[in-house]
């Protein structure tokens, strides 16, 4: 029962954590990065997509990172390079996002609302039925290969910003870009790599979101994940590690709410708690922040 | 940048060239999926206007307008009010509750309504600032997890308690006639709504052109640090935007309760997606609140199009949404293609 609901947990809260591994990247390299929702709905829309035409899991994923990555240039070239703003590139993307694919799913599939087909199948997960019932092992095994992937970029994301000479130079460029220049880091050629590897990991992100524990595609199926990842990169300070435990909130909320739900608690409340949770501690956060400036003071 | 330093001229030169590579762009994507673009655009620009179209149009733009100018208040004084559903969807709820439940005569109900509206909306939003002001938690975050909850909390709200157990839908039950915003005054094709809505546009137009609120207001969306040193009290300030930019929210709400539902149902308000069409043609307008009109007029009448181009042609109408977002991402990329060298 306890391995079950953890194993639930893993895998709600990949999607949000490999957006917010993006999220994280942007914010170091000094850029606000607001587009996470729609770049993980591009990336869902296109691993399903490739799916229905190839029937490759491994295809369907790979494109989906390059497309996403494709999708995210508009903010790279516009926001990174010269003097666009972030949140309105932000916003029309996410809406752009939104609009197309819903568009292309009636364009193309003559569909409307969830596209299902027996081509699109769910990535496989490396299972070990004779450890499925040890306590907590059992819950860590099981998962799909993006699962695994979202954990391993936690610790690479974590020794390259923190123990390397160009996480070094990334970190620099977003705090003082003028400083960072002068020693001579070419400033916007940094941010738009990082902005273009965000968008990949967004669709890294979507793939999971369609293909993870579902198989399907749904008008905004990420429903504010998006959003929460942005929330998510607040709360753990940019920090991967911190990142990683907000984000193991976020799927423990929704996990219990979903459990929550089976025992007849009506949905539409079991459906504010990942939103109501992350202001919570987002207000937490703000308390404690405040108590030590007010100490200092 | 949203607010927009630029001067008439060259903003509208920015907003027609938007418009221009957005139509191409999303030529190209029509094209792309098999159908041709040009007869799209022809039956999107009849649709907009010829037959009902024009009534069709008109009738889109109070909602839109209202959520725009509600943008576009927030966008003036450099808050991005991402919380827009929230705030309608909770003034229009207790919209629907006093119009339902409050034990007064029709047409005070219908008042009282729209005041319930106004601050309900407005506080919502409020509350938003709030959390940016005390405990550094920005309003475009804050307002927009407010407006997931807000969508939560009023679907619970008309499935359950409020519900009206005879209809199969969850939905409220019907405002009564005496409390509803007449469709026609005279026996004119103009609804109260849209009085109530032009009403309101003046006041907000005359306010940023002569009101001290305004001019301080720009000044801070222009420059916040240099606002304060003039004198703004930037907290003041902050709260009393928000509210007023949730406060029109709120009112679009009770519009559409009082003067064209008649019901609170779950989803109905939300559907159209007057909240994101509203702030696209704030930012496509630099967030003036005169070309705020403009632009979002401009996008009723493209989205009444795109209804009866899917009627004509089968395509999804869902791309006038992508040409909304094309049009602000065009805009935002303008500086690069334009840079001065």
Redesign the interface.
Same mark, same amino acid.
């Given at each position: 029962m306890l391995n079950m609901l953890l194993s639930q947990v893993l895998d709600l809260m990949t999607p949000v954590l490999l957006a917010a591994m993006a999220g994280a990247l942007c914010e170091r390299a000094g850029v606000f990065n607001i587009a996470l929702e729609g770049k993980m709905l591009v990336g869902a829309f296109v691993a399903v997509a490739t799916s229905v035409a190839f029937g490759s899991p491994v295809l369907a994923v790979l494109s989906a990172v390059l497309c996403t990555a494709i999708f995210a240039s508009p903010l790279a070239l516009g926001g990174a390079r010269l003097g666009g703003d972030p949140i309105v590139i932000g916003i029309g993307l996410n809406l752009l996002a939104s609009g197309l694919t819903t568009y292309l799913l009636g364009a193309i599939f003559g569909v409307t609302g969830t596209l299902v087909d027996p081509s699109v199948t769910a990535l496989p997960r490396f299972g070990f039925a004779a450890l499925a019932d040890v306590p907590v092992l059992g819950a860590i095994l099981g998962h799909n290969a993006l699962v695994y992937l979202s954990w391993l970029l936690v610790l690479v994301f974590n020794i390259y910003l923190f123990r390397t000479p160009w996480g070094l130079r990334l970190r620099g460029i977003g705090e003082v870009p003028s400083a960072a220049a002068a020693m001579g880091a070419n400033v916007s050629r940094y941010q738009t790599a990082i902005v273009i590897l965000a968008g990949g990991l967004c669709g890294l992100a979507g793939a999971q979101l369609a293909l993870g524990s579902v198989a399907l595609f749904a008008e905004n199926m990420t429903a504010g994940r998006g959003w929460i990842a942005v929330v998510a990169v607040m709360l753990g300070r940019a920090h991967p590690l911190g990142i990683a435990l907000a984000c193991l909130g976020f799927g423990l909320a929704d996990a219990v709410g979903l459990r929550l739900q089976g025992q007849g608690l009506p949905n539409q409340i079991t459906d504010i708690a990942p939103y109501a949770i992350t202001l919570l501690a987002m207000i937490g956060l703000g308390l404690r922040v405040m108590k030590k400036k007010t100490k200092s003071v | &940048?949203?607010a927009g330093a630029l001067d008439t001229k060259s903003r509208l030169a920015a907003i027609l060239f938007s418009i221009a590579a957005a139509v191409v762009l999303g030529g190209l994507?029509v094209g792309l999926?098999? /159908?041709n673009p040009v007869s799209v655009y022809l039956e999107i620009a009849k649709g907009a206007v010829l037959g009902r179209g024009l009534d069709e149009t008109l009738a889109r733009s109070v909602p839109l307008v209202g959520m725009a100018l509600a943008a576009a208040i927030a966008l003036r004084a450099g808050l991005?009010n991402?919380g827009g559903d929230g705030q309608m969807l909770i003034g229009g709820l207790a919209a629907a509750l006093v119009a339902l439940y409050l034990p007064v005569p029709g047409a005070a109900r219908a008042v009282l309504a729209l005041a319930a509206a106004i601050c309900a909306g407005g506080l919502y939003a409020w509350l938003a600032a709030i959390?940016q002001l005390? =405990?550094?938690?920005?309003f475009?975050? /804050?307002s927009?997890?407010?407006s997931?909850?807000a @969508?939560?909390?009023t679907?619970?709200l008309v @499935?359950?308690p409020l519900r009206d157990p005879a209809t199969g839908m969850p939905e409220t039950y019907r405002v009564a006639s005496g409390a509803r915003l007449p469709a026609h005054i005279f026996d004119l094709p103009v609804s109260m709504a849209m009085v109530i809505m032009v009403v309101v546009a003046v006041v907000v137009v005359v306010n940023d052109r002569s009101g001290v609120n305004g001019f301080e207001w720009r000044m801070t969306g222009l420059n916040a640090r240099f606002a304060q040193y003039s004198g703004v009290d930037l907290s003041r300030q902050t709260q009393r935007v928000a509210f007023l930019s949730g406060a029109m929210a709120g009112l679009v709400g009770a519009l559409l309760i009082l003067g064209q539902q008649y019901r609170f149902t779950d989803g109905a308000l939300l559907a159209p997606g007057y909240t *994101?069409s509203g %702030? &696209?043609a704030a930012?496509l307008a630099m967030a003036s609140p005169i070309a705020t009109i403009v632009t979002s007029v401009f996008f009723a009448a493209l989205q009444v199009g795109g209804f009866s181009m899917e009627r004509a042609l089968g395509?999804?109408a869902? =791309?006038t *949404?992508?040409l909304? /977002?094309?049009i602000?991402?065009c %805009?935002?990329?303008r500086?690069?293609l334009f840079?001065k060298r």
């Open positions: - | &940048m949203i994507v999926t098999g /159908a991005v991402l959390l005390n =405990l550094g938690i920005p475009l975050i /804050a927009l997890l407010f997931y909850i @969508r939560g909390l679907s619970y @499935r359950y *994101w %702030l &696209m930012v395509l999804p869902v =791309l *949404w992508v909304q /977002a094309l602000i991402l %805009l935002a990329a500086p690069i840079r």
